[in-house]
Protein backbone atom coordinates (compact mmCIF):
# COMPACT_ATOMS: atom_id res chain seq x y z
CA UNK A 1 0.00 0.00 0.00
CA UNK A 2 1.39 3.61 -1.11
CA UNK A 3 1.71 6.32 1.93
CA UNK A 4 -0.67 8.92 1.62
CA UNK A 5 0.71 11.68 3.07
CA UNK A 6 -1.85 13.76 5.59
CA UNK A 7 -2.31 17.56 4.69
CA UNK A 8 -3.15 19.94 7.35
CA UNK A 9 -5.94 22.40 6.55
CA UNK A 10 -4.61 26.00 5.69
CA UNK A 11 -5.72 29.85 5.54
CA UNK A 12 -4.16 32.01 2.87
CA UNK A 13 -1.82 35.29 3.62
CA UNK A 14 -1.05 36.87 0.73
CA UNK A 15 -0.85 34.05 -1.05
CA UNK A 16 0.96 32.00 1.34
CA UNK A 17 -1.40 28.66 2.90
CA UNK A 18 -0.26 29.05 6.58
CA UNK A 19 -1.09 26.01 8.35
CA UNK A 20 -4.10 25.81 10.85
CA UNK A 21 -2.00 24.89 13.70
CA UNK A 22 -0.60 25.29 17.00
CA UNK A 23 2.17 24.08 18.78
CA UNK A 24 0.66 20.52 20.06
CA UNK A 25 -0.99 20.00 16.77
CA UNK A 26 1.91 20.46 14.64
CA UNK A 27 4.00 18.28 17.56
CA UNK A 28 1.14 16.00 16.86
CA UNK A 29 1.23 15.89 13.47
CA UNK A 30 4.89 15.48 12.97
CA UNK A 31 4.74 12.58 15.36
CA UNK A 32 2.09 11.06 13.92
CA UNK A 33 4.30 10.90 10.11
CA UNK A 34 7.10 8.40 11.94
CA UNK A 35 7.29 5.60 9.25
CA UNK A 36 5.46 6.57 6.38
CA UNK A 37 8.92 6.92 4.37
CA UNK A 38 7.78 9.91 2.78
CA UNK A 39 9.72 12.96 1.98
CA UNK A 40 8.59 16.13 3.06
CA UNK A 41 9.43 19.62 4.28
CA UNK A 42 7.99 22.19 7.07
CA UNK A 43 8.17 25.62 6.82
CA UNK A 44 8.42 27.76 10.03
CA UNK A 45 6.55 31.05 8.80
CA UNK A 46 7.37 34.56 10.61
CA UNK A 47 6.29 37.75 8.99
CA UNK A 48 10.26 37.92 7.06
CA UNK A 49 10.23 34.79 5.87
CA UNK A 50 6.37 35.35 4.02
CA UNK A 51 7.13 38.53 2.67
CA UNK A 52 10.74 36.68 0.83
CA UNK A 53 8.30 33.94 -0.12
CA UNK A 54 5.55 36.11 -1.18
CA UNK A 55 8.06 38.34 -3.42
CA UNK A 56 9.43 35.79 -5.60
CA UNK A 57 7.65 33.46 -7.40
CA UNK A 58 9.98 30.52 -7.73
CA UNK A 59 10.44 30.42 -3.31
CA UNK A 60 6.08 30.69 -3.40
CA UNK A 61 5.85 27.61 -5.58
CA UNK A 62 8.32 26.42 -2.79
CA UNK A 63 6.32 27.52 0.08
CA UNK A 64 3.11 25.89 -2.04
CA UNK A 65 4.52 22.18 -1.99
CA UNK A 66 5.63 22.03 1.91
CA UNK A 67 3.79 19.81 4.15
CA UNK A 68 2.91 22.27 6.61
CA UNK A 69 3.91 26.17 6.92
CA UNK A 70 3.66 26.74 10.64
CA UNK A 71 2.24 30.09 11.82
CA UNK A 72 5.68 31.40 13.65
CA UNK A 73 5.06 35.02 13.96
CA UNK A 74 2.23 36.62 16.12
CA UNK A 75 0.97 38.84 13.19
CA UNK A 76 -0.23 35.38 11.70
CA UNK A 77 -1.45 33.79 14.71
CA UNK A 78 -3.50 37.29 15.08
CA UNK A 79 -4.85 36.88 11.24
CA UNK A 80 -5.80 33.14 11.71
CA UNK A 81 -7.83 34.27 14.87
CA UNK A 82 -9.37 36.70 13.20
CA UNK A 83 -10.54 34.74 10.74
CA UNK A 84 -12.28 32.63 13.48
CA UNK A 85 -9.62 29.98 12.95
CA UNK A 86 -8.00 28.11 15.95
CA UNK A 87 -4.61 29.40 15.47
CA UNK A 88 -1.91 29.26 18.11
CA UNK A 89 1.64 29.95 17.58
CA UNK A 90 4.73 27.24 16.55
CA UNK A 91 8.08 28.63 16.71
CA UNK A 92 11.14 26.90 15.47
CA UNK A 93 12.65 26.87 19.03
CA UNK A 94 9.85 25.99 20.69
CA UNK A 95 8.33 22.84 18.24
CA UNK A 96 12.29 21.49 17.99
CA UNK A 97 12.22 21.07 21.82
CA UNK A 98 8.39 19.35 22.04
CA UNK A 99 9.18 17.42 19.00
CA UNK A 100 12.44 15.98 20.32
CA UNK A 101 11.24 15.41 24.11
CA UNK A 102 7.71 13.86 22.82
CA UNK A 103 9.56 11.73 20.30
CA UNK A 104 11.29 10.01 22.96
CA UNK A 105 8.05 8.37 23.41
CA UNK A 106 7.93 6.47 20.01
CA UNK A 107 11.85 6.21 19.07
CA UNK A 108 11.48 9.13 16.78
CA UNK A 109 15.11 9.56 15.80
CA UNK A 110 16.79 13.30 14.76
CA UNK A 111 19.52 14.70 12.34
CA UNK A 112 20.93 17.93 13.22
CA UNK A 113 21.96 19.85 9.66
CA UNK A 114 23.05 23.68 10.04
CA UNK A 115 24.60 26.19 12.74
CA UNK A 116 28.05 27.50 12.58
CA UNK A 117 30.97 24.78 12.90
CA UNK A 118 30.12 22.61 15.76
CA UNK A 119 27.22 24.00 16.82
CA UNK A 120 25.18 21.00 15.71
CA UNK A 121 27.29 18.60 17.73
CA UNK A 122 27.10 21.34 21.20
CA UNK A 123 23.38 20.84 20.11
CA UNK A 124 23.25 17.18 20.09
CA UNK A 125 24.99 16.71 23.27
CA UNK A 126 22.82 19.61 25.33
CA UNK A 127 19.33 17.75 24.40
CA UNK A 128 21.39 14.09 25.23
CA UNK A 129 21.84 15.67 28.94
CA UNK A 130 18.48 17.25 29.08
CA UNK A 131 16.00 14.67 27.81
CA UNK A 132 17.96 11.15 28.14
CA UNK A 133 16.47 9.06 25.96
CA UNK A 134 16.40 11.29 23.10
CA UNK A 135 17.74 9.56 19.94
CA UNK A 136 20.00 12.18 17.83
CA UNK A 137 21.49 10.12 14.94
CA UNK A 138 24.09 12.64 13.46
CA UNK A 139 24.84 15.44 12.53
CA UNK A 140 26.21 18.40 9.92
CA UNK A 141 27.92 21.85 10.18
CA UNK A 142 27.97 22.66 6.33
CA UNK A 143 29.91 25.41 5.00
CA UNK A 144 28.52 28.96 4.39
CA UNK A 145 28.86 28.36 0.95
CA UNK A 146 26.45 26.31 -1.67
CA UNK A 147 27.39 22.11 -0.87
CA UNK A 148 29.55 21.00 -4.24
CA UNK A 149 27.25 17.66 -5.87
CA UNK A 150 29.95 15.59 -4.05
CA UNK A 151 28.90 17.44 -0.43
CA UNK A 152 25.51 17.24 -0.86
CA UNK A 153 25.73 13.49 -1.94
CA UNK A 154 27.70 12.94 1.27
CA UNK A 155 25.34 14.49 3.14
CA UNK A 156 22.00 13.00 1.38
CA UNK A 157 24.28 9.08 1.86
CA UNK A 158 25.02 10.35 5.72
CA UNK A 159 21.10 10.66 6.17
CA UNK A 160 20.00 7.70 4.95
CA UNK A 161 22.53 5.89 6.42
CA UNK A 162 21.58 7.11 9.97
CA UNK A 163 17.83 6.05 9.83
CA UNK A 164 16.91 9.53 10.84
CA UNK A 165 12.75 10.36 11.05
CA UNK A 166 13.18 14.18 11.05
CA UNK A 167 16.09 16.13 9.82
CA UNK A 168 15.83 19.68 11.16
CA UNK A 169 17.71 21.88 8.78
CA UNK A 170 18.97 25.16 10.87
CA UNK A 171 20.73 27.01 7.84
CA UNK A 172 18.68 30.28 7.63
CA UNK A 173 15.24 30.74 5.31
CA UNK A 174 15.03 30.90 2.66
CA UNK A 175 18.20 28.90 1.92
CA UNK A 176 16.77 26.18 3.92
CA UNK A 177 13.73 25.72 2.32
CA UNK A 178 14.87 25.72 -0.92
CA UNK A 179 17.43 22.83 0.31
CA UNK A 180 14.15 20.65 1.46
CA UNK A 181 12.59 21.20 -1.56
CA UNK A 182 15.05 20.21 -3.50
CA UNK A 183 15.21 16.69 -1.28
CA UNK A 184 11.98 16.12 -0.96
CA UNK A 185 12.04 13.04 -3.14
CA UNK A 186 15.33 12.09 -2.26
CA UNK A 187 15.55 11.47 1.30
CA UNK A 188 12.14 9.59 2.41
CA UNK A 189 11.91 11.54 6.10
CA UNK A 190 10.31 14.78 7.78
CA UNK A 191 12.53 17.92 6.96
CA UNK A 192 11.76 20.96 9.05
CA UNK A 193 13.66 24.34 8.50
CA UNK A 194 14.11 25.67 12.34
CA UNK A 195 16.99 28.62 11.69
CA UNK A 196 18.13 30.19 14.74
CA UNK A 197 16.17 27.10 17.16
CA UNK A 198 20.17 25.43 16.78
CA UNK A 199 21.77 29.06 18.00
CA UNK A 200 18.80 29.52 20.59
CA UNK A 201 19.02 26.17 21.82
CA UNK A 202 23.21 25.79 21.96
CA UNK A 203 23.20 28.73 23.89
CA UNK A 204 24.59 31.38 21.57
CA UNK A 205 21.55 33.75 21.35
CA UNK A 206 19.36 34.10 24.23
CA UNK A 207 15.17 34.37 23.03
CA UNK A 208 13.51 37.12 24.84
CA UNK A 209 11.73 36.44 28.20
CA UNK A 210 8.22 34.49 27.90
CA UNK A 211 5.93 37.95 28.43
CA UNK A 212 7.83 39.16 25.18
CA UNK A 213 7.19 35.93 23.71
CA UNK A 214 3.74 35.77 24.30
CA UNK A 215 3.14 39.53 23.84
CA UNK A 216 4.22 39.40 20.60
CA UNK A 217 7.25 41.53 21.24
CA UNK A 218 9.91 39.25 20.35
CA UNK A 219 10.47 40.92 17.75
CA UNK A 220 11.91 44.12 19.53
CA UNK A 221 14.20 41.53 21.88
CA UNK A 222 16.08 40.20 18.35
CA UNK A 223 15.85 43.70 16.92
CA UNK A 224 17.84 45.33 19.87
CA UNK A 225 19.58 42.27 19.82
CA UNK A 226 21.02 42.19 16.60
CA UNK A 227 20.16 45.67 14.86
CA UNK A 228 22.89 45.99 12.02
CA UNK A 229 21.14 42.40 10.82
CA UNK A 230 18.24 42.57 11.45
CA UNK A 231 16.67 46.19 10.88
CA UNK A 232 15.62 45.96 7.83
CA UNK A 233 13.33 42.67 8.62
CA UNK A 234 11.34 44.48 11.69
CA UNK A 235 11.08 48.35 10.34
CA UNK A 236 10.94 47.64 6.43
CA UNK A 237 9.50 44.42 5.81
CA UNK A 238 7.36 44.45 8.79
CA UNK A 239 5.11 47.60 8.20
CA UNK A 240 5.34 46.55 4.40
CA UNK A 241 3.70 42.98 5.58
CA UNK A 242 0.74 44.92 7.75
CA UNK A 243 -0.06 47.69 4.47
CA UNK A 244 -0.27 44.65 2.19
CA UNK A 245 -2.65 42.66 4.40
CA UNK A 246 -4.80 45.78 5.41
CA UNK A 247 -5.23 46.50 2.10
CA UNK A 248 -5.67 43.29 0.65
CA UNK A 249 -9.01 43.38 -0.58
CA UNK A 250 -10.11 39.59 -1.84
CA UNK A 251 -8.52 36.99 0.09
CA UNK A 252 -8.25 33.83 -1.44
CA UNK A 253 -10.03 31.08 -0.16
CA UNK A 254 -8.84 28.93 2.57
CA UNK A 255 -8.96 24.84 2.64
CA UNK A 256 -10.46 24.75 6.56
CA UNK A 257 -14.01 25.90 5.47
CA UNK A 258 -15.25 29.49 4.62
CA UNK A 259 -13.62 32.53 3.51
CA UNK A 260 -10.52 33.26 4.65
Not at 19 to 26: I, N, S
Not at 97 to 123: I, M, P, S
Request: aromatic share 8%.
Amino acid sequence: MVAVAFVPPSFDVLGVPVTVTDLDRATETILGWKGDAIGRAVGVRDVASLMTMQADAELMAVTKRTAMNLPDGMPLVWIGRHRGLPVGRACGPDLMERVLLDGRATGLKHFLFGGKEGVAEALAERFRAKAPGVEIVGTSCPPFRPLTPQEDADLVAQILASGADVVWVGISSPKQDVWMDAHREILPVTMIGVGAAFDYHAGSIMRAPRWMQRAGLEWAHRLVSEPGRLWRRYLVLAPLFLWRVLTTRKPAKNTFGGAS
